[in-house]
């Protein structure tokens, strides 16, 4: 598995997106957050999580203002950067522990919700944004039209929730528990064909035997 997870690294930039190998450092480096935060006991200090939650939020604040420049804030292959996937997974890493600002910005519904739907959203974004573009004409740049590109960004999302929603609800949701019942049997008619050892009885070595 290691071998084959540093050759896909190694070639995730020829990858197409939609295609596991092209994303892997983004869940392998999440797997590390997820197995060193299992290991790691809660303590007393929520006013210092707090004070580095605050600092990472006004990060991504002034990074996507533009006022801050990380080194992958301006990298063109964004998603492609080893830096941008360990960048993301000590957020990750961070926000698990609590504090005032984690439980204002992840324990709302909003974020659940996204939570929950989040690989439908990660499926269907960009298809819904580019039929999005393709129905309705391009917005001027002018200040005139800042009102409606508010309008179209806000409508964008909630079609993208909305979208995302029934796909989980109705294919991914039901899809999961297919898989799993197609699963279960499989490893029935498979076990079925090994013949499982009984449980061993306790023996007695006596004298030279």
Not at 25 to 36: D, E, K, N, S, T
Not at 42 to 53: I, N, V
Not at 87 to 97: E, P
Not at 179 to 185: A, Q, T, V, Y
Request: charged fraction near 15%; hydrophobic fraction near 50%; proline fraction near 4%.
């Amino acid at each position: 598995m290691i071998l084959g997870s540093i050759v896909l690294l190694s070639y995730r930039d020829i990858f197409p997106g939609t295609f596991v190998g092209s994303k892997l450092h983004f869940f392998l480096f999440g797997v590390i957050a997820g197995a060193m935060r299992s290991k790691i006991k809660e303590g007393q200090g929520r006013k210092a999580m707090t004070l580095l939650h605050l600092a990472l939020v006004s990060l991504v604040v002034l990074m996507e203002m533009g006022l801050i420049s990380l080194p992958f804030a301006d990298n063109k292959e964004f998603y492609n950067s080893i830096l941008t996937a360990i960048f993301g997974a000590f957020l990750v890493f961070s926000f698990t522990f609590p504090s005032a600002i984690g439980k204002l910005f992840l324990e709302n519904r909003l974020v659940i919700f996204c939570g929950e739907c989040s690989f439908s959203i990660y499926l269907l974004h960009m298809p819904v944004l580019y039929l999005y573009k393709k129905i309705l004409p391009g917005q001027p740049a002018d200040l005139v039209s800042i009102g409606a590109n508010i309008i179209f960004f806000t409508s964008l999302v909630i079609i993208v929730l909305l979208v995302s929603w029934l796909n989980f609800q109705y294919i991914e949701k039901p899809g999961a528990r297919l898989i799993k019942s197609l699963g279960n049997r499989l490893k029935k008619r498979v076990l079925g064909l090994f013949p499982v050892a009984k449980s061993t009885q306790p023996f007695s070595v006596k004298g030279g035997n």
